[in-house]
């Protein structure tokens, strides 16, 4: 009976959607929202805007939203509805609290803009309380399966690229060799594509095991050639940027500088990938919503928008392009 009652909750007619931004910022977020919001409002529905992520949506900081609401956004950075890391949503009395605010401002259905773990918590709260939920992927770490971007990356990219070729200059006047540190605890996505646009020496990403001699050698190599400046990128969760540095500069007996980009890669002006990724995604999960498609990613596929069942996804994890990477090393040679 509980399952049938759930089924029908799931198809009902959708009046009033909310949209969030639960999680890690990133650049492209105002343009999903403002996607959802006026799509919603063209479709003649109520938009509800959820401050501070699923905090917010415990303690009832929302407010409704219209075509002002969203005005001038689109080529700003972070998100106008903030957002807060939540563990306490975790915990079952937290997500009851939300469920109640849910209910009580007739909210039929809820937009989550973030990452996988923004992804994870709504699929939850679907499951559990029959509230129909499309997730937007939007983080710069590019790490959600079922799409072949995410609102931000290629901002991420572009941020970290032209931050290298800025510090190419120096390494070249110098005759140094840099390391540079790109976000990335968990995957090189970042670090292979800011690592081949910038044509870095050496890309060393947690995924795949390095040999530092062989990088030394590469450099020797570099050197002999005539080569007056050497980019080593570096995700973060490869291993420490620093220790690394300090084992370089003992076996080629050179400086070896650090820089790290930090979190100036998830600000900034989103690219005109990041936007369009952002409109087609944000109207997309609200005509999918209308239309009775719930429980998706919606995500692009091919320069196409597509929705992904997150329960197909939920326990994956998206791999990196070895063949990128392959190429990235042939080229660096």
């Known amino acids: 009976m509980a399952?049938?009652?759930?089924?029908?909750?799931?198809?009902?007619?959708?009046?009033?959607?909310?949209?969030?931004?639960?999680?890690?910022?990133?650049?492209?977020?105002?343009t999903a929202i403002r996607a959802v919001v006026r799509t919603a409002i063209y479709h003649g529905l109520k938009v509800w805007g959820i401050e501070r992520g699923w905090y917010g949506l415990m303690y009832g900081l929302i407010r409704e939203m219209g075509p002002k609401s969203v005005s001038g956004i689109i080529n700003k950075g972070g998100t106008i509805l903030h957002t807060r890391r939540t563990p306490e949503f975790?915990?079952?009395?937290?997500?009851k609290m939300a469920f109640k605010e849910v209910k009580l401002r007739e909210i039929d259905g809820l937009i989550v803009i973030g990452g996988?773990?923004?992804?994870?918590?709504?699929?939850?709260?679907?499951?559990?309380?029959?509230?129909?939920?499309?997730?937007?992927?939007?983080?710069?770490?590019?790490?959600?399966?079922?799409?072949?971007?995410?609102?931000?990356?290629?901002?991420?990219?572009?941020?970290a690229l032209e931050a290298i070729d800025k510090i190419r200059d120096t390494a070249t006047s110098h005759e140094r060799v840099f390391l540079?540190?790109?976000?990335?605890?968990?995957?090189?996505?970042?670090?292979?594509?800011?690592?081949?646009?910038?044509?870095?020496?050496?890309?060393?990403i947690p995924e795949v095991r390095f040999n530092l001699e062989m990088v030394a050698r590469q450099i020797r190599t570099g050197q002999e050639r005539g080569k007056e400046s050497f980019i080593i990128v570096v995700a973060e969760g490869a291993g420490n940027a620093f220790e690394i540095a300090d084992k370089l500069q003992d076996m080629l007996n050179i400086e070896v500088r650090v820089?790290?980009?930090?979190?100036?890669q998830r600000g900034g002006s989103p690219t005109t990938l990041s936007r369009e990724l952002a409109c087609k995604l944000g109207a997309a999960s609200v005509e999918a919503m209308i239309k009775g498609k719930t429980g998706y990613l919606i995500g692009a596929i091919s320069d196409r928008v597509s929705l992904c069942p997150i329960k197909k996804i939920i326990k994956k994890t998206k791999q990196i392009d070895y063949e990128h990477l392959r190429v990235a090393n042939m080229l660096a040679t």
Do not use: C, W
């Open 90 to 95: 975790n915990e079952k009395a937290s997500r």
């Open 180 to 204: 540079v540190e790109v976000m990335g605890r968990h995957n090189g996505f970042i670090a292979l594509d800011v690592g081949m646009a910038s044509g870095a020496e050496a890309i060393l």
């Open 116 to 159: 996988d773990g923004s992804m994870k918590s709504a699929y939850r709260f679907m499951q559990e309380f029959g509230v129909p939920v499309n997730v937007i992927p939007a983080t710069i770490d590019n790490d959600i399966p079922g799409t072949d971007y995410t609102i931000g990356f290629d901002t991420a990219v572009n941020t």
């Open 3 to 30: 399952k049938k009652l759930k089924a029908k909750t799931l198809r009902k007619k959708i009046r009033s959607i909310a949209v969030m931004t639960p999680g890690g910022d990133a650049p492209g977020m105002n």
């Open 259 to 264: 820089s790290n980009l930090g979190y100036v």
